[in-house]
């Protein structure tokens, strides 16, 4: 069965750093694009990057460019979102998700459940 | 950036009737790569159609998606119970994707 695996919650303080991780299983993931969403309480859905996991070419939304940095590790078939130093503002859902074709940049069939990240002192 | 613009914000109706949803998108979207994502409270997205009008695995076929450019359409031909959520467009034709802000369809 094809999945991708989130931590549920993180807790964070401002100013912390944050890695969070998003687990592939059942498909060749190096060859899927990966991207990331962001869903804020009561909010729509925003589109933060991709990665192709085969090369780690990489794009980022210019809303979360420089904010966010989008990594993958083939070796254990996980992608990462991680922040440097959190902000309030930063508390959300975030969601990774597949794209459907190999290789192509594609519509996101296979979501992972969201990690909700919580930033408070 | 493509801002996709969706309408209404909130349809209400009652089970077995149409629903039409619409994503307009501020530019011509690259070879239709328009996808809708139903989202459930508490739950991830799923997606519904890709292409503008192919219908993802396991969705049943009274959804169907149409358009073509900037225009953009969703219908759910008869509603069931199970179709009351939240829909997004998705536009991934740009080398930056986006998403529409959503058009929630609710119980009358």
């Known amino acids: 069965e094809v999945q991708l695996e989130q931590p549920g919650v993180e807790v964070k303080k401002p100013g912390e750093s944050l890695k969070i991780s998003c687990k592939a299983s059942?498909?060749?993931?190096?060859?899927?694009?990966i991207g990331w969403v962001r869903q804020t309480p009561g909010k729509g859905l925003e589109w933060m990057g991709i990665?192709?996991?085969?090369?780690?070419?990489?794009r980022y939304s210019p809303a979360f460019q420089g904010n966010v940095t989008i990594s993958a590790d083939k070796s254990i078939a996980t992608a990462y979102l991680q922040w440097s130093s959190l902000k309030a503002s930063d508390t959300a859902m975030y969601f990774c998700?597949?794209?459907?074709?190999?290789?192509?940049?594609?519509?996101?069939?296979?979501w992972g459940q969201g990690t909700t990240v919580i930033v408070s002192s | 950036e493509i801002v996709l613009t969706q309408s209404p914000g909130t349809l209400s109706l009652s089970p077995g009737e149409r629903a039409s949803l619409s994503c307009r998108a501020s530019?011509?979207?690259?070879?239709?790569?328009l996808a809708w994502y139903q989202q459930k409270p508490g739950q991830a997205p799923r997606l519904v159609i890709f292409?503008?009008?192919s219908r993802a695995t396991g969705i049943p076929n009274r959804f169907s998606g149409s358009g073509s450019g900037t225009d953009f359409t969703l219908t759910i031909s008869r509603l069931e119970p199970e179709d009351f959520a939240v829909y997004y467009c998705?536009?991934?034709?740009?080398?930056?994707?986006?998403f529409g802000q959503g058009t929630k369809v609710e119980i009358k």
């Open positions: 059942g498909y060749r993931f190096v060859s899927y694009w």
């Open positions: 530019q011509s979207v690259n070879s239709n790569y």
């Open positions: 998705h536009q991934y034709g740009a080398s930056l994707h986006t």
């Open positions: 292409g503008a009008s």
């Open positions: 998700a597949r794209g459907s074709s190999p290789v192509l940049d594609d519509a996101f069939d296979i």
């Open positions: 990665i192709y996991p085969g090369d780690s070419e990489t």
